[in-house]
């Protein structure tokens, strides 16, 4: 039987120099024995994978976690588990700390071609409250250091909503990522969750009308200087979309490597376990996409709605038609109706979107469809 081609490809790095304060995700102190174990188990799983399918990466992304504390020789290690003729786009994300000039250097080396920069804020403060370890300065510098080496493709983070936040905080940090001229900017509006450590001050977060606020001045900002919105909450400059993220909202399969990476398969997802050891045991008994969840079709309607009306360009209305033998304007007539009234969805060249005042409140709009 022909096997399935996989194009894109997700690896989760679970270890962290500390905790953020925010953080919901899986990560775990590093040390350099467990990051040994880790990519030695790693490279079982790739290996386990390539029985199954035929993967032919166009892009692989490198998160976490702090993927950025993984040597240049494991990296390497992990590269040559994958045929990389066609790939066009390899990113890894970093923290800032992690940047110097030699590190730079090995990595030019690698096929890695984007690096995605973990800055957060441009105030110290703010990044003291979030339980970063670098500092504005640092980022600063290590965006110099990344450009110097080669690195022509270069993502921020940017994280608003902080407690207590003002406008002009969010607008320094903004000016500051302008500056620095990356050709990607990622924006987040900080989500607590109970188990984080920061949620003690969740009353201290922004109401949702000065959230709004701080929403539509980056984007003005960003719109202003030239940067191409290409989805809710990312921006860059022309042809500098991210080609992996793109992908997951275009629908297209992809696995995802590492402890509690999750892939998706045609009609299932998978989940690796949330566990450095559970994982382990797992890849070393040969067992690969341990957690499946079967999706159904009408599921994937849904959630091929929720991702394609995240983008700018929205949801192709001949494409939902062939893909779920469906209208999707016969199917959902009385909300496109009552969202086309109020101005929140526009339907133009036969497709549908978000108007852009509806952005901050996508999650909202979209729960309808579901
Ligand atoms: S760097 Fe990311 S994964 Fe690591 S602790 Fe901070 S938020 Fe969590």
Same mark, same amino acid.
């Given at each position: 039987?022909?096997?399935?081609?996989?194009?894109?490809?997700?690896?989760?790095?679970?270890?962290?120099?500390?905790?953020?304060?925010?953080?919901?995700?899986?990560?775990?102190?590093?040390?350099?024995?467990?990051?040994?174990?880790?990519?030695?188990?790693?490279?079982?799983?790739?290996?386990?994978?390539?029985?199954?399918?035929?993967?032919?990466?166009?892009?692989?992304?490198?998160?976490?976690?702090?993927?950025?504390?993984?040597?240049?020789?494991?990296?390497?290690?992990?590269?040559?588990?994958?045929?990389?003729?066609?790939?066009?786009?390899?990113?890894?994300?970093?923290?800032?700390?992690?940047?110097?000039?030699?590190?730079?250097?090995?990595?030019?080396?690698?096929?890695?071609?984007?690096?995605?920069?973990?800055?957060?804020?441009?105030?110290?403060?703010?990044?003291?409250?979030?339980?970063?370890?670098?500092?504005?300065?640092?980022?600063?510098?290590?965006?110099?250091?990344?450009?110097?080496?080669?690195?022509?493709?270069?993502?921020?983070?940017?994280?608003?909503?902080?407690?207590?936040?003002?406008?002009?905080?969010?607008?320094?940090?903004?000016?500051?990522?302008?500056?620095?001229?990356?050709?990607?900017?990622?924006?987040?509006?900080?989500?607590?969750?109970?188990?984080?450590?920061?949620?003690?001050?969740?009353?201290?977060?922004?109401?949702?009308?000065?959230?709004?606020?701080?929403?539509?001045?980056?984007?003005?900002?960003?719109?202003?200087?030239?940067?191409?919105?290409?989805?809710?909450?990312?921006?860059?400059?022309?042809?500098?979309?991210?080609?992996?993220?793109?992908?997951?909202?275009?629908?297209?399969?992809?696995?995802?490597?590492?402890?509690?990476?999750?892939?998706?398969?045609?009609? #299932? /997802?998978?989940? !690796?376990?949330?566990? +450095?050891? $559970?994982? =382990?045991? %797992?890849? &070393?008994?040969?067992? @690969?996409?341990?957690?499946?969840?079967?999706?159904?079709?009408?599921?994937?309607?849904?959630?091929?709605?929720?991702?394609? #009306? /995240?983008?700018? !360009?929205?949801?192709? +209305?001949? $494409?939902? =038609?062939? %893909?779920? &033998?469906?209208?999707? @304007?016969?199917?959902?007539?009385?909300?496109?109706?009552?969202?086309?009234?109020?101005?929140?969805?526009?339907?133009?060249?036969?497709?549908?979107?978000?108007?852009?005042?509806?952005?901050?409140?996508?999650?909202?709009?979209?729960?309808?469809?579901?």
């Amino acid at each position: 039987m022909k096997k399935l081609e996989i194009q894109h490809v997700y690896i989760h790095f679970p270890f962290c120099h500390r905790k953020c304060s925010y953080c919901n995700f899986y990560s775990i102190p590093f040390n350099p024995e467990s990051g040994c174990f880790y990519v030695e188990t790693l490279l079982k799983e790739i290996s386990c994978f390539h029985k199954v399918f035929f993967i032919k990466p166009l892009t692989i992304y490198l998160g976490g976690g702090t993927p950025s504390l993984l040597s240049s020789s494991q990296l390497q290690d992990i590269f040559r588990g994958f045929n990389l003729d066609k790939t066009v786009e390899i990113t890894l994300e970093m923290n800032p700390i992690d940047v110097n000039e030699d590190y730079l250097q090995k990595l030019k080396e690698l096929p890695v071609n984007r690096i995605s920069l973990g800055a957060q804020s441009f105030l110290d403060t703010e990044l003291k409250l979030l339980n970063r370890l670098h500092k504005s300065s640092e980022t600063i510098e290590a965006v110099r250091i990344i450009r110097k080496s080669g690195f022509d493709n270069i993502s921020l983070d940017l994280m608003y909503g902080l407690p207590g936040q003002r406008i002009e905080e969010v607008i320094h940090s903004v000016k500051q990522v302008i500056k620095l001229e990356p050709q990607h900017i990622s924006t987040y509006l900080l989500g607590l969750e109970k188990s984080s450590s920061l949620f003690k001050f969740k009353h201290k977060i922004p109401e949702d009308n000065i959230l709004a606020e701080f929403y539509f001045s980056i984007r003005e900002m960003l719109l202003n200087l030239g940067y191409n919105q290409y989805e809710i909450s990312n921006f860059s400059l022309k042809n500098r979309e991210s080609q992996h993220n793109i992908s997951y909202w275009n629908d297209q399969y992809y696995i995802g490597l590492g402890p509690s990476a999750s892939g998706y398969l045609p009609g #299932l /997802r998978y989940m !690796n376990p949330n566990d +450095l050891i $559970k994982y =382990r045991e %797992k890849i &070393n008994q040969g067992k @690969i996409m341990s957690e499946k969840e079967l999706i159904t079709p009408e599921t994937h309607e849904k959630e091929y709605i929720m991702l394609q #009306l /995240r983008t700018v !360009n929205g949801l192709n +209305l001949d $494409k939902f =038609r062939t %893909k779920f &033998n469906n209208d999707f @304007i016969d199917k959902y007539r009385n909300l496109i109706e009552k969202y086309k009234r109020s101005g929140f969805i526009e339907i133009k060249n036969n497709l549908i979107r978000l108007s852009p005042k509806a952005y901050f409140i996508s999650n909202e709009i979209l729960c309808e469809f579901m």
